[in-house]
């Protein structure tokens, strides 16, 4: 028995047959060309192609795993077509006189080596989105057809690493988990097997060997555990594992219809995070009671210029119309940090995390936000819609918002346009600064919704992007959980509601904290609803409550 520790990155146990992926090698041809010009159409032919393709994998990508895997191929259609790549390779044919092939390998090395320098974690993820597109190209330019699994049964598919396009179009059914020797928990393969719900392990390095391949592996995702050859008393305690998840997800089931209620009494509202429209389905499947965060910037992201008043509309509209009378709270355009978009024009900054983002720029570019606003009142008047402005550490930011939106209801009025007028607005909770005057925003607004991974960012000056900082980035920290207290304290003695959305709302172990210091409303993904009506139906607050309250008071006594 051998056994090899990884990251474990989705979920599950998975066992059978070790097969390693077979990626088609296509030869590098490197020569001199003349006729630059015809060589230059060549790429461009080639770089229409991976486009298309790339659209069909986004639908694709869609369907079987929802819209935030789509996003993956739609982000490498930007890619393929981004114009200092680009450029790299004409100035490459038309002044070095390479082939095509060649100037677009030397040029996909040179990108993916600048990404692999910076320091910051995501950046570095971005190398990988290059070759695969780079590779793309290349396989489109010879004729070459995709590797992939040639094998019969189902397998533990093990690889250096999977670019999105392979993961996209592999047979699932024949894949019972993943293993790769490099990604991250932020890679694409930990995302897609996520979705899909795929035991996977990332970051096993050099300790998976070629001559293990067709020896029997059992993987189990939450641990990160790798067991080849493994004995009996092994495999029958993890497949006892594996039945017992399999037992809790039946389980799970038959809690749709069922209410969020704790033993004595005590409700919570569970609503769902969502990216586009196109996540209402997952909403519904999994029996969501509203959406409490709705990521509009998905609509920014996925154009080349400034998405207009009626385009937006239409998306906010589906989402309210298909939701038909449960909530759906709005947040607004949230970029910045680590979601650049090119044609807004921001500036480089040294510390984005601290900079331009978010209503930082709705408030200094105001007809972007107006924009907006004038969207999502429209599409008020189709359903029960709450706006949410994110990173706010001011109440000046809070007020000028209002009054932006007061100015827009009186267009809207005065152009006969009809809205709700039973809008609610509400504010994220995202830094120490909200924290702290949390008493007095909760004047302001409706409701308040935590962003816990960004709060836990700010509180712990912890790069929340960066996987190497490990235990230091902890969302438990009694500072924050204090803070938590603090904004439920404050919103409850205004007279608003306060919910959680992020990461945390679904993390189990803290259900019954978030339920002793009077947390209203919890936000997860959409798989986190069913898990987290259970653990609140478990729960029974007249015990629990007491202690954890009185842990509160000794641990983090005030001064």
Same mark, same amino acid.
């Given at each position: #028995?051998?056994?090899?520790?990884?990251?474990?990155?989705?979920?599950g146990?998975?066992?059978?047959?070790?097969?390693?992926?077979?990626?088609?090698?296509?030869?590098?041809?490197?020569?001199?060309?003349?006729?630059?010009?015809?060589?230059?159409?060549?790429?461009?032919?080639?770089?229409?192609? $991976?486009?298309?393709?790339?659209?069909?994998?986004?639908?694709?990508?869609?369907?079987?795993?929802?819209?935030?895997?789509a996003?993956?191929?739609?982000?490498?259609?930007?890619?393929?077509?981004?114009?200092?790549?680009?450029?790299?390779?004409?100035?490459?044919?038309?002044?070095?006189?390479?082939?095509?092939?060649?100037?677009?390998?030397?040029?996909a090395?040179?990108?993916?080596?600048?990404?692999?320098?910076?320091?910051d974690?995501?950046?570095?993820?971005?190398?990988?989105?290059?070759?695969d597109v !780079?590779?793309?190209?290349?396989?489109?330019?010879?004729?070459?057809?995709?590797?992939?699994?040639?094998?019969?049964?189902?397998?533990?598919?093990?690889?250096?690493?999977?670019?999105?396009?392979?993961?996209?179009?592999?047979?699932?059914t024949?894949?019972?988990?993943?293993?790769t /020797?490099?990604?991250?928990?932020?890679?694409h393969?930990?995302?897609?097997?996520?979705?899909?719900?795929?035991?996977a392990?990332?970051?096993?390095?050099?300790?998976?060997? $070629?001559?293990?391949?067709?020896?029997? %592996?059992?993987?189990?995702?939450?641990?990160?555990?790798?067991?080849?050859?493994?004995?009996?008393?092994?495999?029958?305690?993890?497949?006892?594992?594996?039945?017992?998840?399999?037992?809790?997800?039946?389980?799970?089931?038959t809690?749709?219809?069922?209410?969020?209620?704790?033993?004595?009494?005590?409700?919570?509202?569970?609503?769902?995070?969502? /990216? !586009?429209?196109?996540?209402?389905?997952? %909403?519904?499947?999994?029996?969501?009671?509203?959406?409490?965060?709705?990521?509009?910037?998905?609509?920014?992201?996925? =154009?080349?210029?400034?998405?207009g008043?009626?385009?937006?509309?239409? $998306?906010?509209?589906?989402?309210?119309?298909?939701?038909?009378?449960?909530?759906?709270?709005?947040?607004?355009?949230?970029?910045?940090?680590?979601k650049?978009?090119?044609?807004?024009?921001?500036?480089?900054?040294?510390?984005? /995390?601290?900079?331009?983002?978010?209503?930082?720029? =709705?408030?200094?570019?105001?007809?972007?936000?107006?924009?907006?606003?004038? $969207?999502?009142?429209?599409?008020?008047a189709?359903?029960?819609?709450?706006?949410?402005?994110p990173?706010?550490?001011?109440?000046?930011?809070?007020?000028?918002?209002?009054?932006?939106?007061?100015?827009?209801?009186?267009?809207?009025?005065?152009?006969?346009?009809?809205?709700?007028?039973? %809008?609610?607005?509400g504010?994220?909770?995202?830094?120490?600064?909200? %924290? #702290?005057?949390?008493?007095?925003?909760?004047?302001?607004?409706d409701?308040?919704?935590?962003?816990?991974?960004?709060?836990?960012?700010y509180?712990?000056? =912890?790069?929340?992007?960066?996987?190497?900082?490990?235990?230091?980035?902890?969302?438990?920290?009694?500072?924050?959980?204090?803070?938590?207290?603090?904004?439920a304290?404050?919103?409850?003695?205004?007279?608003?509601?306060?919910?959680?959305?992020?990461?945390?709302?679904?993390?189990?172990?803290?259900?019954?904290?978030f339920?002793?210091?009077?947390?209203?409303?919890?936000?997860?993904?959409?798989? /986190?609803?069913?898990?987290?009506?259970?653990?609140?139906?478990?729960?029974?607050?007249?015990?629990?409550?007491p202690?954890?309250?009185?842990?509160?008071?000794?641990?983090?006594?005030?001064?």
């Amino acid at each position: #028995m051998i056994t090899i520790q990884g990251k474990g990155v989705s979920a599950g146990v998975g066992i059978g047959p070790l097969y390693f992926y077979q990626r088609a090698q296509a030869t590098l041809p490197r020569y001199t060309v003349e006729d630059t010009d015809a060589e230059w159409h060549r790429f461009k032919g080639a770089q229409t192609g $991976a486009i298309e393709q790339l659209g069909e994998l986004a639908e694709k990508a869609r369907a079987e795993a929802g819209d935030d895997a789509a996003l993956l191929f739609e982000t490498h259609q930007m890619m393929a077509e981004d114009l200092d790549y680009e450029e790299a390779i004409e100035q490459r044919i038309t002044e070095q006189k390479m082939n095509a092939e060649a100037a677009i390998a030397d040029t996909a090395d040179q990108f993916a080596a600048m990404f692999e320098a910076m320091e910051d974690t995501y950046m570095q993820a971005r190398a990988a989105d290059v070759r695969d597109v !780079s590779r793309r190209l290349l396989d489109i330019l010879s004729g070459t057809v995709a590797g992939g699994i040639a094998s019969d049964v189902p397998v533990v598919l093990a690889a250096d690493d999977l670019a999105p396009s392979e993961t996209i179009q592999m047979d699932k059914t024949k894949i019972l988990g993943f293993i790769t /020797a490099g990604g991250s928990g932020s890679s694409h393969t930990a995302i897609l097997a996520r979705t899909l719900g795929i035991p996977a392990i990332v970051g096993v390095g050099a300790a998976l060997k $070629a001559d293990y391949a067709g020896r029997e %592996v059992i993987v189990d995702g939450s641990t990160g555990n790798i067991v080849i050859d493994p004995d009996d008393m092994t495999r029958d305690r993890l497949m006892k594992k594996r039945e017992e998840a399999l037992r809790l997800q039946r389980l799970l089931e038959t809690l749709k219809g069922q209410p969020n209620i704790t033993k004595d009494g005590k409700t919570v509202r569970v609503y769902c995070n969502i /990216a !586009s429209p196109e996540d209402v389905h997952a %909403v519904q499947v999994n029996d969501g009671g509203g959406i409490g965060l709705f990521r509009s910037e998905f609509l920014y992201l996925n =154009c080349d210029d400034f998405p207009g008043e009626d385009q937006q509309f239409e $998306a906010y509209k589906q989402v309210l119309a298909d939701m038909e009378d449960k909530e759906v709270i709005i947040r607004t355009l949230d970029i910045g940090a680590d979601k650049k978009i090119g044609y807004f024009g921001l500036p480089q900054e040294e510390n984005p /995390a601290l900079g331009m983002r978010a209503l930082r720029i =709705c408030l200094t570019r105001p007809e972007i936000f107006r924009t907006q606003l004038r $969207a999502l009142y429209r599409a008020s008047a189709l359903g029960k819609l709450g706006i949410m402005f994110p990173m706010v550490t001011s109440v000046w930011e809070v007020r000028e918002a209002k009054r932006i939106c007061e100015e827009v209801r009186r267009e809207l009025k005065a152009e006969g346009v009809p809205y709700s007028e039973d %809008v609610k607005l509400g504010i994220m909770i995202e830094t120490p600064a909200a %924290v #702290m005057v949390s008493d007095r925003l909760a004047k302001e607004v409706d409701f308040f919704s935590v962003g816990t991974n960004d709060l836990t960012q700010y509180t712990l000056a =912890c790069d929340r992007q960066n996987n190497d900082l490990g235990r230091f980035y902890d969302p438990h920290h009694p500072a924050v959980v204090r803070m938590l207290k603090l904004v439920a304290d404050n919103a409850h003695k205004n007279g608003i509601w306060v919910g959680i959305c992020g990461e945390l709302a679904a993390d189990l172990t803290m259900t019954e904290t978030f339920l002793a210091i009077g947390i209203d409303e919890l936000s997860v993904s959409p798989r /986190a609803v069913l898990p987290l009506r259970n653990a609140v139906r478990m729960t029974d607050t007249r015990e629990t409550s007491p202690r954890i309250l009185a842990a509160l008071a000794d641990e983090y006594p005030a001064h």
